[in-house]
């Protein structure tokens, strides 16, 4: 994953917060890692980083600072230390119920911030392509009751769904850390993704690739042929009518490969893969110049993520043969 940096700040500063140590630790890891990212620029915004006291003043220091200050998004680091893989907390729980007391002996138990109900991060992780990201973090709906949670939960009562904002729990131990909050920071800022359907035509055990035309974006590289799902479609709906309209080829789909997220920078890409069969039609191109029936994935040169396909619809097809 490539990671887009540029020179100059133009626009709004994406907010980064840690915590200082507390209870038994003599260092807090999301301090580290918020001072380490203090000025970076990532998408054309410049981090802009501090680290709280364990406190009812850390707790509220970014909600005071929403009422002078907007941010392009905000990620709350905190220390996870009985998790082996970093946390992406989508939910903010309306509970405050100390294990143990705060840096300032602020011992709250069981007891409501708001009374409004529980919150939810202003972010996407669908269209994260979480599977990819450094250090293999997992999706948690479970902040705790302690700081972490307040600081969250008091920054969602302030800022609009359209603030990217979510808490990021660091384990003790981590290979790269920092890698792994500029991914979140980068999947915050990109664009939302854009559902496209991808057919796998399957004959006679291979499969159907594309060449992009010298006329259409992307000119000479290979792809599965399909498009943008029209409103209300599904992926087999999007697959039998962009087949259609680029082949004039009738299909029917088969199962699903998966779905793979890819950045071309403007725009980001959630393709929806699915086996087709021909029911019908002669083949004729609209908007690719050469087709190939290929057996593994490095007959061509791929658009993207599609060398990714091509090598899972090769073993698929390889296991097939193997049970047949």
């Given at each position: 994953m490539e990671v887009l940096f540029l020179k100059h700040n133009m626009a709004k500063p994406v907010l980064v917060t840690g915590f200082e140590p507390f209870g038994k630790h003599t260092v807090n890891i999301s301090?580290?890692?918020?001072?380490?990212?203090?000025?970076?620029?990532?998408?054309?915004?410049?981090?802009?980083?501090?680290?709280?006291?364990?406190?009812?003043?850390?707790?509220?220091?970014?909600?005071?600072?929403?009422?002078?200050?907007?941010?392009?998004?905000?990620?709350?680091?905190?220390?996870?230390?009985?998790?082996?893989?970093?946390?992406?907390?989508?939910?903010?729980?309306?509970?405050?119920?100390?294990?143990?007391?705060?840096?300032?002996?602020?011992?709250?138990?069981?007891?409501?911030?708001?009374?409004?109900?529980d919150l939810f991060s202003t972010i996407k992780p669908e269209d994260w392509d979480i599977d990819t990201m450094i250090d293999s973090p997992v999706i948690s709906q479970?902040?705790?009751?302690?700081?972490?949670?307040?600081?969250?939960?008091?920054?969602?009562?302030?800022?609009?769904?359209?603030?990217?904002?979510?808490?990021?729990?660091?384990?003790?131990?981590?290979?790269d850390a920092v890698g792994l909050v500029l991914q979140c920071i980068d999947r915050m800022?990109?664009?939302?993704?854009?559902?496209?359907?991808?057919?796998?035509?399957?004959?006679?055990?291979?499969?159907?690739a594309a060449r992009?035309?010298?006329?259409?974006?992307?000119?000479?590289?290979?792809?599965?042929?399909?498009?943008k799902f029209e409103e209300g479609e599904?992926?087999?709906?999007?697959?039998?009518?962009?087949?259609s309209e680029e082949l004039e080829l009738d299909v029917i789909t088969g199962e699903s490969i998966g779905e793979w997220i890819f950045d071309h920078g403007d725009v980001v890409v959630r393709l929806h893969v699915m086996e087709c069969f021909v029911t019908g039609?002669?083949?004729?191109?609209?908007?690719h110049d050469k087709v190939q029936w290929c057996e593994g994935p490095d007959e061509v040169d791929w658009l993207g993520p599609d060398r990714d396909i091509a090598a899972a619809i090769s073993a698929k097809l390889r296991l097939h043969r193997q049970h047949s």
């Open positions: 301090a580290e890692v918020a001072k380490d990212l203090d000025g970076l620029e990532i998408r054309g915004h410049t981090i802009q980083s501090h680290v709280l006291s364990v406190d009812y003043d850390g707790a509220v220091f970014t909600s005071n600072l929403l009422n002078e200050s907007n941010f392009a998004a905000i990620i709350h680091l905190g220390l996870a230390e009985n998790s082996s893989n970093p946390r992406i907390e989508i939910r903010a729980k309306d509970i405050l119920d100390f294990r143990i007391p705060d840096n300032s002996g602020r011992h709250v138990r069981n007891t409501p911030i708001s009374g409004a109900g479970d902040a705790g009751e302690y700081l972490c949670n307040e600081t969250l939960y008091r920054t969602l009562l302030k800022i609009d769904e359209n603030t990217p904002c979510f808490f990021l729990h660091l384990p003790l131990q981590q290979k800022l990109r664009p939302p993704c854009i559902d496209v359907g991808a057919g796998a035509i399957i004959l006679d055990g291979k499969f159907l992009r035309a010298p006329s259409e974006k992307h000119a000479g590289w290979w792809e599965f042929p399909g498009g599904n992926v087999s709906q999007c697959l039998v009518r962009e087949i039609g002669t083949m004729k191109l609209h908007v």
